[in-house]
Structures are given as structure tokens and as C-alpha cells.
């Protein structure tokens, strides 16, 4: 084969890589104009307490609630009714390439939210001096929080303590304004999320993700595959501000 059709070849593989990048970005940035300016539902003088434990509720998954994703519709079976209360340490909104890297989980779970409690909430500065935490995901598509220290022995907290006080939790927005809301969420923020934990199934009856339903969980043979909660949030409380 001459060089020449190998040039065109490789301009065409060139060009389509391109092409979809583009198209690819140009979803990513119309899903950011259309998640931004959430609107205030209502204030409140009820300030946040991120002291406490997460409120869990088991339900037992005898009830079942339609979704619908960003393309697709899913059934989420509730296994609990859930409040969680704390301050944003990572944050993955997972938004771009999503065309490129999209799977089932992704079309549902639009923001990945890392929230402490507890004293590692009232002491945020002494954490981040003695723990790197991040929200990601890989390419294998898994979506993970990692959180480490260089030097245990140096750290206010064990190990067991910061990962029974610290959750990564894959977010079902019950309405476009939670969405927007979650989408504002910076790092540092206190908030308070309230909905349930829920498995996730296509309208078809097949599993996708199981949440977690313990804070103690940490690897991947737990409930949540992983020890990760996924919620189905009706109401962000972010300082003051009340979104529904």
C-alpha cells in the first residue's frame, strides 16, 4: 500500500477523532449552560449540622420510583429514606467527554459529591493539611474517591476514622433545579442533601448499580461495589439556600 493512501488513511481517522471531540464537547458545554443559575425554592434560619451522622431509614426495597436519565429511563428500587449533612470535599460532575465514555451509570448519576462529617467537618484546614482527597473517574470507567496521607502517624484521625466519616456518593437529581443546585456545589460548601439510597435497574429489569448502605463499608465486595452510596436527591441545602 503506497504511502499515499496510508496518508489518507490517516487524515480521515484524524479528521473523525476531531469531529467527534468536538461534537462531544459542544454536548458537554450545552449540558453546563443548561444545569447553571438554580433557583432559590426557599431560605431557611435552620443552620446545617455536620456534627451528626448521615439519618438512614431502611425500606426494605419494597417500593420502586421511574427515572429518567440524560437518555434513557430507569427504575430505582428504595432502599432507604437519607439525609446527609456535611461539608464538600471533591466534586466530579463527570460532564465532559460523556458522549465519548457514557455508560448506563453515567446517563443517571450526574454528579459524584465527596462529603465529610463528624470532627473531620469542623476542623476542613487540618484535613486538607493532612489528607489528599480526590473524585474521579478512571478510564476502565470505574468512578472513585481516593483519599491519603503521606504520614498516618502525623494525621489528627486513624485511617478508620476519616473512612467512617467520609462518603463518595453518586447523585440522582429528582429535578432539574437539584441538578443545577448540585451542579453549583463548590468545594468547602456545607450542605445537606435529602432522598433516598436506591439500586438502579433499566426499565427492563437489568441491574446496574447497587448502593451502599453502611458508612463502614470500604472495598469492593461490599453492597455498593465499592462502599459508594448512590442517591436519589429531592432537596439541596447549600448554607442558607433550599433548591427542590
Given at each position: 500500500?503506497?504511502?499515499?493512501?496510508?496518508?489518507?488513511?490517516?487524515?480521515?481517522?484524524?479528521?473523525?477523532?476531531?469531529?467527534?471531540?468536538?461534537?462531544?464537547?459542544?454536548?458537554?458545554?450545552?449540558?453546563?449552560?443548561?444545569?447553571?443559575?438554580?433557583?432559590?425554592?426557599?431560605?431557611?434560619?435552620?443552620?446545617?449540622?455536620?456534627?451528626?451522622?448521615?439519618?438512614?431509614?431502611?425500606?426494605?426495597?419494597?417500593?420502586?420510583?421511574?427515572?429518567?436519565?440524560?437518555?434513557?429511563?430507569?427504575?430505582?428500587?428504595?432502599?432507604?429514606?437519607?439525609?446527609?449533612?456535611?461539608?464538600?470535599v471533591a466534586k466530579n460532575t463527570?460532564?465532559?467527554?460523556?458522549?465519548?465514555?457514557?455508560?448506563?451509570?453515567?446517563?443517571?448519576?450526574?454528579?459524584?459529591?465527596?462529603?465529610?462529617?463528624?470532627?473531620?467537618?469542623?476542623?476542613?484546614?487540618?484535613?486538607?493539611?493532612?489528607?489528599?482527597?480526590?473524585?474521579?473517574?478512571?478510564?476502565?470507567?470505574?468512578?472513585?474517591?481516593?483519599?491519603?496521607?503521606?504520614?498516618?502517624?502525623?494525621?489528627?484521625?486513624?485511617?478508620?476514622?476519616?473512612?467512617?466519616?467520609?462518603?463518595?456518593?453518586?447523585?440522582?437529581?429528582?429535578?432539574?433545579?437539584?441538578?443545577?443546585?448540585?451542579?453549583?456545589?463548590?468545594?468547602?460548601?456545607?450542605?445537606?442533601?435529602?432522598?433516598?439510597?436506591?439500586?438502579?435497574?433499566?426499565?427492563?429489569?437489568?441491574?446496574?448499580?447497587?448502593?451502599?448502605?453502611?458508612?463502614?463499608?470500604?472495598?469492593?465486595?461490599?453492597?455498593?461495589?465499592?462502599?459508594?452510596?448512590?442517591?436519589?436527591?429531592?432537596?439541596?441545602?447549600?448554607?442558607?439556600?433550599?433548591?427542590?
Amino acid at each position: 500500500m503506497s504511502n499515499k493512501v496510508f496518508d489518507i488513511i490517516g487524515g480521515t481517522c484524524f479528521f473523525t477523532i476531531v469531529i467527534v471531540v468536538m461534537c462531544s464537547l459542544a454536548t458537554d458545554f450545552g449540558l453546563w449552560i443548561e444545569y447553571s443559575f438554580p433557583k432559590v425554592t426557599e431560605t431557611t434560619t435552620q443552620i446545617i449540622d455536620t456534627t451528626k451522622e448521615p439519618i438512614q431509614k431502611n425500606l426494605g426495597g419494597k417500593d420502586y420510583l421511574k427515572a429518567k436519565g440524560e437518555r434513557k429511563k430507569f427504575v430505582l428500587q428504595l432502599q432507604a429514606e437519607y439525609t446527609l449533612a456535611g461539608v464538600v470535599v471533591a466534586k466530579n460532575t463527570n460532564f465532559w467527554f460523556r458522549d465519548i465514555m457514557r455508560n448506563d451509570f453515567d446517563d443517571i448519576c450526574l454528579v459524584d459529591l465527596g462529603i465529610v462529617w463528624g470532627d473531620l467537618s469542623t476542623n476542613i484546614e487540618k484535613l486538607h493539611k493532612h489528607w489528599k482527597i480526590k473524585s474521579r473517574k478512571t478510564l476502565g470507567e470505574a468512578r472513585m474517591l481516593t483519599w491519603y496521607t503521606k504520614d498516618l502517624r502525623k494525621s489528627p484521625w486513624s485511617l478508620s476514622y476519616v473512612s467512617s466519616h467520609i462518603s463518595h456518593t453518586h447523585l440522582i437529581p429528582a429535578t432539574a433545579n437539584v441538578m443545577k443546585a448540585l451542579s453549583s456545589v463548590k468545594k468547602r460548601d456545607i450542605v445537606k442533601l435529602d432522598g433516598y439510597l436506591v439500586d438502579i435497574y433499566t426499565d427492563k429489569t437489568k441491574l446496574i448499580s447497587r448502593t451502599s448502605l453502611s458508612r463502614t463499608d470500604t472495598d469492593p465486595t461490599s453492597r455498593g461495589s465499592g462502599a459508594c452510596e448512590v442517591m436519589y436527591v429531592k432537596q439541596v441545602q447549600i448554607g442558607n439556600k433550599i433548591y427542590r
